[in-house]
């Protein structure tokens, strides 16, 4: 084995020029195939992540209307929520969670001489799981809260910057137009989100639905709710219980797609996925595009150092090596060459993508850095070696079956 890898050098450090320029296209590739590998990854992780910044598994019920038959929208009647729908929906084997809510735009809000007009969203204590909202600072909403129709209130980091600034929010008062809460929490910052179903969270502020429906809507109605699905796989599953447990309450049918309209992040994320997946598919198109040009660049090469060493071989034949011996040979020295080639692009790819990530910002909604996966490296360079295989079996096949009376009259 030391001979063969000793042999195999020597033939490689024989012909520099020649090898190098061969091993530029396999270089090229391979720096190719590891970035645009990293690419992809950081695109997926990018839009995963912003996707479940909403809530992981957020289904959004809103109301719509029936239609009596052969009357159109003559016929149209409302569907009108109640509490006792979300909590109907909360009980399904197939929902872990649902809340209603009720999203007030634009409200005055003040805090000491600092008045903006903020997002202010009724919630329950269950949307904190279900839209994802965790807490930097204090507490959320609690049942003791809706209960009491109590008048506190949870700030969003950029809501309690743009009212209080850096000074401390916990325990101070704010006016909502002229009520007066108290802030019982922060929430961690989401930054710029891609979705925002009901307004960027960073920005509003979250009231009890019970205090909201008392002071600002005045009614029990819910103009919408939101649920978590048990499982993601299993939100279209949770979608359908919740058309057939509410269907019979305002009398529609439960296939009726026009009495409620569902915004499912779930779908919004398969979408992603098959875009990614068309852009795979094209990496992958690239990548054996690339391993084609190499694989035949090593294989014309290996076939010219062949028939330039004709009389080498038939030396060694005629002094008593095996064609197996001189198989090997050959082989190794294309299967050196191409994983040689993988590993500099490899770790050209790796480099390029570590600069790149370092550059750009990591907390952005439309771009995101790329991840470098040691997996899609190590299977780059191990598909190189395998071409090195392919692109070497001819040209070793060729140098083993040479006769040793006709390469040693060979000029």
């Given at each position: 084995?030391l001979?063969?890898?000793?042999d195999?050098?020597?033939?490689?450090?024989a012909?520099?020029?020649?090898?190098?320029?061969?091993?530029?296209?396999?270089?090229?590739?391979?720096?190719?195939?590891t970035y645009l590998?990293?690419?992809?990854?950081?695109v997926?992780?990018?839009?995963?992540?912003?996707m479940?910044?909403a809530?992981p598994r957020?289904?959004?019920?809103?109301?719509g209307?029936?239609?009596?038959?052969?009357?159109?929208?003559?016929?149209?009647?409302?569907v009108?929520?109640?509490p006792?729908?979300?909590r109907?929906?909360?009980?399904?084997?197939?929902?872990?969670?649902?809340?209603?809510?009720?999203?007030?735009?634009?409200?005055l809000?003040?805090?000491?001489?600092?008045?903006?007009?903020?997002n202010?969203?009724?919630?329950?204590?269950?949307?904190?799981?279900?839209?994802?909202?965790?807490?930097?600072?204090?507490?959320?909403?609690s049942?003791l809260?809706?209960a009491?129709r109590?008048?506190?209130?949870?700030?969003g980091?950029?809501?309690?910057?743009?009212?209080?600034?850096?000074?401390p929010?916990?325990g101070?008062a704010?006016?909502?137009?002229?009520?007066?809460?108290?802030v019982?929490?922060?929430?961690?910052?989401?930054?710029?989100?891609?979705?925002?179903?009901n307004?960027?969270?960073?920005?509003?502020?979250?009231?009890?639905y019970?205090?909201?429906?008392?002071?600002?809507?005045r009614?029990?109605a819910?103009?919408?709710?939101?649920?978590?699905?048990?499982?993601?796989e299993?939100s279209?599953?949770?979608?359908?219980?919740t058309?057939?447990?509410?269907?019979?309450?305002?009398?529609?049918?439960?296939?009726?797609?026009?009495?409620?309209?569902?915004?499912?992040?779930?779908?919004?994320?398969?979408?992603?996925?098959?875009v990614?997946?068309?852009l795979?598919?094209?990496?992958?198109?690239?990548?054996?595009?690339?391993?084609?040009v190499g694989?035949?660049?090593?294989?014309?090469?290996?076939?010219?150092?062949?028939?330039?060493?004709?009389s080498?071989i038939?030396l060694?034949?005629?002094?008593?090596?095996?064609?197996r011996?001189?198989?090997?040979?050959?082989l190794?020295?294309a299967?050196?060459?191409?994983?040689?080639?993988?590993?500099l692009?490899?770790?050209l790819?790796?480099?390029?993508?570590?600069?790149v990530?370092?550059?750009?910002?990591?907390d952005?909604?439309?771009?995101s850095?790329?991840?470098?996966?040691?997996?899609?490296?190590?299977?780059?360079t191990?598909?190189?070696v395998?071409v090195?295989?392919v692109?070497?079996?001819?040209?070793?096949l060729r140098?083993s079956?040479?006769?040793?009376?006709?390469?040693?009259?060979?000029?």
């Amino acid at each position: 084995m030391l001979d063969l890898l000793r042999d195999t050098w020597q033939s490689l450090r024989a012909h520099p020029l020649r090898f190098g320029l061969t091993s530029l296209g396999i270089v090229w590739g391979s720096l190719l195939l590891t970035y645009l590998s990293a690419t992809m990854e950081g695109v997926d992780a990018h839009y995963e992540r912003e996707m479940n910044e909403a809530g992981p598994r957020l289904v959004v019920v809103t109301p719509g209307s029936t239609f009596k038959r052969r009357v159109g929208e003559r016929g149209a009647r409302p569907v009108e929520l109640e509490p006792k729908d979300v909590r109907r929906v909360a009980n399904l084997h197939s929902v872990e969670g649902a809340a209603p809510d009720l999203t007030l735009w634009s409200l005055l809000v003040r805090a000491g001489r600092h008045t903006k007009v903020l997002n202010t969203i009724g919630l329950g204590p269950e949307s904190q799981a279900i839209r994802n909202l965790a807490l930097q600072e204090g507490r959320f909403l609690s049942p003791l809260d809706l209960a009491r129709r109590s008048r506190v209130a949870v700030l969003g980091p950029v809501a309690k910057e743009r009212l209080f600034g850096r000074e401390p929010a916990l325990g101070r008062a704010i006016q909502i137009e002229s009520l007066s809460f108290r802030v019982i929490g922060i929430t961690r910052a989401k930054r710029d989100q891609l979705i925002g179903i009901n307004g960027w969270d960073d920005w509003a502020v979250f009231i009890p639905y019970t205090t909201a429906q008392r002071w600002f809507v005045r009614s029990d109605a819910v103009d919408k709710f939101s649920f978590a699905p048990t499982t993601r796989e299993g939100s279209e599953d949770a979608i359908r219980h919740t058309r057939q447990v509410l269907a019979p309450h305002h009398h529609f049918a439960p296939e009726s797609d026009t009495a409620l309209s569902f915004f499912n992040v779930q779908d919004l994320l398969r979408i992603v996925r098959t875009v990614l997946t068309g852009l795979r598919v094209f990496q992958i198109s690239a990548g054996l595009l690339t391993l084609l040009v190499g694989a035949v660049g090593v294989m014309n090469i290996m076939l010219v150092v062949v028939a330039e060493r004709r009389s080498e071989i038939g030396l060694r034949k005629a002094v008593g090596a095996p064609g197996r011996a001189i198989f090997v040979q050959f082989l190794a020295e294309a299967v050196a060459l191409c994983l040689l080639s993988g590993l500099l692009g490899s770790g050209l790819g790796s480099a390029l993508t570590q600069f790149v990530a370092s550059t750009l910002p990591p907390d952005t909604p439309v771009s995101s850095p790329p991840v470098l996966n040691p997996f899609l490296v190590v299977l780059i360079t191990g598909s190189l070696v395998g071409v090195g295989v392919v692109a070497g079996v001819v040209p070793a096949l060729r140098a083993s079956r040479v006769e040793p009376s006709e390469a040693l009259r060979a000029p």
